[in-house]
């Protein structure tokens, strides 16, 4: 849960967490003191967003998972593992998540997920899940987990251990890693569950096979698509991981608005719209009316979320385009597969302006 209201009273923050409701208030857990309202968005794409937690660990830890008393419930700690983390010289943060639980025989337990997704192979990885986990345990004094998914394409690369020795003295850990590509082989039974992380692996396996089948990934992103709404599961489910769906599986502009319209069918055959009123289309649709105000904000947000914080010429020269262009680079801010790519639509976009009546193709 996302708390706005940065006046909340500490008495109803210790309520929230003594009913066991994970929960993260703005000024006080994440931001700073004093944000304003437009600054909030912006933050919220920002945050790693954890979903369905209990059954990533369902599918990924099965045993770990057996021995959690989820009937106690679970509260993520992101501010602590930004104590930890905040001056870590191991290079650049992953999506790592810190939550707290309670075992079934009643001991608080801290489990550090990293996911690593990198197209390949990091040699500070397994250095980096070792430095987390000691300095947590130093800090905190508390058992801490540390649990890895690699969602990268070398197959020969499986990092589950690290340690150095010195004269007899050999620290070490060593680390639980699941390895998506080995789902490759399980094909019939990731489409016959119901977990919402079959769906992930299987979207994030077509990424890797679609590269470069745009019509592949077409016919694939909307059998994906057209599943969440057989399994049954409720609007937010679907968004959730639509929203994933979407973003691994990005498609060339003619094969994506054949799939928006396919999109549209179903949902009118189902009698749900939940998908087609999603971020894009309404982002889309605002920058078509012209909408003056915010317009670079809400690109500038879809670019952070998806590639951290962005370097500042790179953000004012976004913000002085206008109208179309904007509309324009909303499409790269989707399509994009690397910064580099985003600044180069930027630079010819810039480039379109200053000779007045081209147009960029």
């Known amino acids: 849960m996302n708390i706005l209201d940065e006046n909340m009273a500490e008495s109803q923050r210790q309520l929230l967490r003594s009913w066991r409701i994970p929960m993260r208030q703005i000024g006080y857990d994440v931001g700073r003191q004093g944000l304003k309202d437009k600054e909030i968005i912006p933050l919220l794409l920002e945050l790693h967003r954890v979903t369905f937690f209990t059954l990533d660990f369902d599918f990924y830890f099965p045993d770990a998972h057996g021995d959690i008393d989820w009937s106690q419930g679970y509260e993520f700690l992101d501010k602590e593992l930004q104590q930890v983390t905040r001056d870590a010289e191991l290079g650049r943060r992953y999506a790592d998540t810190l939550a707290k639980v ?21 040699a500070e990885f397994a250095e980096r899940m070792y430095v987390y986990n000691y300095r947590l345990y130093d800090r905190y004094r508390r058992p801490v987990a540390s649990l890895a998914v690699l969602a990268d394409e070398k197959d020969g690369w499986r990092p589950a251990e690290f340690s150095y020795e010195l004269w007899g003295c050999r620290p070490s850990l ?9 789902y490759r082989s399980q094909g019939a039974s990731l489409e016959a569950s119901r977990n919402p992380f079959a769906t992930v692996v299987m979207a994030h396996l077509t990424a890797q096979e679609t590269r470069h089948d ?13 599943r969440l709404y057989k399994l ?25 608005l054949a799939f928006w ?31 003056q105000q915010g317009q670079a904000e809400l690109v500038l947000a879809k670019l952070t979320q998806r590639f951290g914080a962005l370097p500042p010429d ?18 790269v801010a989707y399509s994009a597969a690397t910064l580099d790519e985003v600044g180069a639509a930027v630079e010819a976009l810039a480039a379109q302006a200053g000779h007045g009546s081209q147009s960029l193709q």
């Open 314 to 331: 790179l953000a004012l020269r976004i913000r002085r385009l206008r109208g179309p262009q904007m509309l324009f680079l909303l499409d």
């Open 102 to 122: 309670w075992r079934q025989d009643g001991q608080e337990t801290w489990v550090l997920v990293h996911v690593e997704v990198q197209g390949q192979q990091q």
């Open 261 to 291: 319209r396919d999109v549209q069918e179903i949902e009118e055959e189902k009698r749900m719209q939940y998908v087609t009123s999603v971020e894009r289309i309404g982002l889309q649709q605002g920058l078509q009316q012209g909408l």
């Open 174 to 182: 060593v680390f639980p890693a699941v390895k998506l590509l080995d």
């Open 232 to 256: 049954g599961y409720d609007r937010q489910q679907v968004l959730d991981l639509f929203g994933f769906i979407d973003w691994v599986l990005q498609l060339p502009g003619p094969q994506e």
């Open 214 to 226: 745009p019509a592949a990934r077409q016919s694939r992103k909307l059998w994906l698509t057209r």
